[in-house]
């Protein structure tokens, strides 16, 4: 069976649980918690997909990292994929969790590149702008990168809006040489 | 010394320029996960189409084959060296299509329609899409034109109609191209002003070259070039050095171009030369694509992969306009076996088979045709009236001459009638060699057939029959013109023709013997 069917199944059984026991928005952010975690931390990931350490450590380990900071649901999911022999697996798990609550929530991560700082309002600017585009809530995340030499570059899920210098540039050089050989 | 002013370089400059919008660019995109063998798997795409073309960076087109859970996966019709891990790949929001109008005519292009006989850019009407659906059962009508090939052979007892599928299936070696080549060389007459006069509709070729040598193709290009009907065709080459992806749609853009000439009222005829090689680069494609394979590796839809593509070949009803696209798959086989995988397929889809014989080429009948085997399932009534009254017995004749020969070759001794028809079916295998690019028009056909089937050979010694037959046309020619006007127009053979006919050829049977 695939990764992805792994994760989605278990992602799926927790949302269902979290929902019936009501207590989903504390469950998503532990689950938003722990995928940070385990994404910064490449010691833990390897840790809980070493087959040498036994379940018991394995639990031990977590609730020591975790066992203030979750609830009790999430915390007893923990255990569960632990006795399931899935806990090298965590990190697909949260991932596809918080996307399927993010789908379920509208809401998307977006990347900006700008070829230069910009400020706050600037930035509210086009978090309104383009929310109202996708219709979708947006998480903004900001980087920039010179080699785009002027404007910006969004980046929505699989969606890419491309208002760069570079590529109206490249666009333009494409046009040229287009012309050129219709030409000759 | 020439100046240039400023404000002309930059009245020029604005010229290019413009048309060119600034405007972002909304595009969506996924990134490369793995790419080898001319298959990419990427991530991501995620509205991507079955089958819509996606651009790679380095200007590699790609196809999306594979729509699966957590990736995609495109096939690459570029060199898949030049894609590496990480790569942004592009939508085009366009399916893989091939572009069409009278502008290709001419023209050598490849399979994504890109020009590749250094004769410059190509003005298409519009861009369709590759694959598309078989026309219904009300679009359509029964085959009911003639589409000569000017061989006798084919046209006598293997009759194809405008709108029909005949296969050609052979060894090597066996002059499977030069039939098909013939075929399209035989059209030329369909576009004169005469053919117009007596309502023949002219017939555009495509020939779709799939895995063959870049020097057979540049061989048969200047052969149609030499006999002028390049006028006429398009070529579509995918040889041998091209990617798998591009031999496998190779047939489906020509059927394309088929279908836009089909769809507007005229007719079009495309051979497929050959299908064998773009069903072995379909199954590498599907062994790439981890398609689980089947009898001879083969994946399990390849009698889809040619049943999808050969019934795109129709002929449509007049509120349709009344097109037609003749389809002439070609099948090359390994030592005489039709009864492997690919070619039992195609035999069962198309409406009949011309049989190329090793055996015959070798005893030096060309074209190799087994008549015995060869079939052709609706021709007949496509044929006009006049070669089927001559062509009647000529079937029939040839098949008892085959059953006695081989008893004739246990040397016993033979009656008369035996003898009689052992000699008559010498003959008339004589007469059906034919040389290469010398198509022969109907109704000379039909003056050949009717001395064969009527005996008037039997007095000629079997080395003298293609001299006579060859004469006793130029000297219908010269003196009784009329014969052939009216079959070429009637298309009939009343009684008075035949009259005329039997007095012609009697009276050049007692002039060739002195």
Redesign the interface.
């Known amino acids: 069976m695939?990764?992805?069917?792994i994760s989605n199944r278990y992602a799926k059984a927790f949302i269902e649980t979290a929902n019936e026991k009501k207590v989903i928005e504390k469950v998503t952010e532990d689950m938003q918690l722990i995928q940070n975690v385990l994404e910064n931390s490449r010691e833990l990931r390897t840790f809980l997909s070493n087959p040498i350490m036994n379940d018991a450590k394995k639990i031990e380990v977590l609730s020591a990292i975790f066992s203030d900071k979750l609830c009790d649901v999430s915390l007893s999911f923990l255990k569960f994929i632990v006795e399931k022999k899935r806990i090298n697996m965590l990190i697909d798990i949260s991932r596809r969790f918080n996307d399927i609550r993010d789908e379920s929530l509208r809401i998307s991560n977006a990347e900006v590149i700008t070829a230069t700082q910009i400020d706050d309002t600037q930035k509210e600017m086009l978090k309104t702008n383009l929310e109202s585009f996708t219709k979708k809530k947006l998480r903004m995340k900001f980087k920039t990168d010179d080699s785009i030499i002027g404007?910006f570059k969004v980046?929505i899920?699989?969606?890419?809006?491309?208002?760069t210098l570079k590529?109206?540039l490249n666009?333009?050089k494409k046009?040229?040489l287009e012309?050129s050989?219709?030409v000759? | 010394m020439a100046e240039v002013r400023p404000d002309e370089v930059s009245s020029i400059l604005r010229k290019?320029?413009s048309?060119?919008d600034?405007?972002?660019?909304?595009?969506?995109?996924?990134t490369v996960l793995q790419v080898g063998d001319g298959i990419a798997r990427v991530y991501?795409?995620?509205?991507v189409m079955a089958s819509e073309l996606v651009e790679f960076p380095n200007d590699v087109m790609g196809m999306v084959l594979n729509l699966e859970?957590?990736s995609v996966g495109c096939v690459l019709f570029g060199e898949s060296s030049l894609i590496k891990e990480g790569d942004i790949v592009k939508r085009t929001k366009r399916l893989a299509s091939f572009p069409v109008g009278e502008a290709l005519l001419g023209r050598v292009v490849n399979p994504l329609g890109v020009p590749v006989d250094a004769k410059?850019?190509v003005n298409h009407e519009k861009f369709m899409p590759i694959e598309r659906k078989a026309l219904g059962v009300i679009a359509r009508q029964p085959v009911k034109e003639p589409l000569q090939t000017g061989i006798v052979s084919v046209d006598a007892m293997i009759p194809i109609g405008r709108g029909q599928r005949e296969l050609i299936i052979g060894d090597r070696q066996t002059g499977k191209t030069a039939v098909a080549v013939d075929a399209i060389i035989n059209q030329k007459y369909t576009h004169s002003e005469e053919a117009k006069a007596v309502g023949v509709n002219p017939v555009f070729c495509v020939y779709v070259a799939i895995g063959q040598k870049d020097s057979t193709v540049a061989q048969v290009v200047a052969k149609l070039e030499q006999h002028g009907a390049m006028e006429y065709t398009t070529v579509v080459s995918a040889p041998a050095s091209t990617p798998a992806p591009l031999q496998y749609i190779a047939p489906y853009s020509g059927a394309t171009l088929g279908e836009f000439f089909r769809d507007n009222g005229k007719h079009a005829l495309v051979v497929y030369d050959d299908l064998s090689k773009q069903a072995v680069a379909y199954r590498e494609l599907a062994l790439l694509l981890r398609r689980p394979p089947g009898r001879e590796a083969y994946p399990g839809d390849v009698f889809y992969l040619h049943s999808r593509l050969l019934e795109r070949a129709s002929k449509l009803n007049d509120s349709l306009g009344g097109g037609s696209l003749t389809a002439l798959p070609i099948i090359e086989t390994q030592q005489g076996d039709v009864s492997a995988y690919i070619p039992t397929n195609v035999i069962s889809i198309t409406d009949g088979q011309i049989y190329l014989e090793p055996n015959l080429f070798n005893a030096g009948v060309r074209p190799a045709i087994n008549v015995g085997i060869s079939v052709s399932r609706v021709g007949g009534n496509a044929q006009i009236k006049a070669m089927k009254k001559v062509a009647g017995s000529l079937k029939l004749d040839l098949a008892q001459f085959r059953e006695l020969a081989a008893f004739a070759k246990f040397g016993s001794d033979l009656d008369k009638a035996t003898q009689r028809t052992l000699a008559k079916g010498e003959r008339l295998v004589e007469l059906l060699k034919q040389g290469q690019y010398m198509p022969v028009p109907v109704e000379k056909q039909v003056i050949s057939v009717y001395a064969g089937t009527q005996g008037y050979l039997e007095s000629i010694p079997v080395k003298d029959v293609k001299r006579f037959e060859k004469e006793l046309i130029e000297y219908i020619d010269v003196n009784y013109p009329e014969i052939f006007k009216v079959i070429r127009e009637t298309k009939t053979l009343g009684d008075e023709v035949i009259v005329t006919i039997k007095k012609a050829v009697e009276e050049f049977l007692g002039k060739f013997k002195k």
């Open positions: 695939g990764k992805l069917n404007g980046r899920l699989d969606q890419i809006i491309d208002a590529n109206q666009k333009l046009k040229l012309e050989i219709s000759n | 290019q320029l048309g060119f600034s405007e972002a660019e909304v595009y969506d995109v996924g991501g795409l995620s509205k859970e957590d410059g850019p």
